[in-house]
């Protein structure tokens, strides 16, 4: 989404500096939604287990 919007951006305004920030604000946008999402399908796989201690 983010890439299509930068290139968007970019094709009709010209601006360079423009298309980084909408890149990078849909990107980390995107990608909260995303990480909130897999939480909350998979709620016990947020926590990391050192080896050894995890579960199997």
Do not use: D, K, N
Not at 3 to 24: H, I
Not at 43 to 52: D, E, F, N
């Amino acid at each position: 989404m983010g890439v299509f919007s930068a290139a968007f951006l970019l094709a009709e305004a010209g601006s360079w500096p423009g298309a980084a920030v909408v890149l990078v604000v849909l990107s980390l946008f995107y990608c909260i939604r995303v990480a909130r999402r897999m939480h909350r399908l998979r709620p016990g796989r947020g926590a990391r287990h050192p080896a050894g201690t995890g579960r199997r």
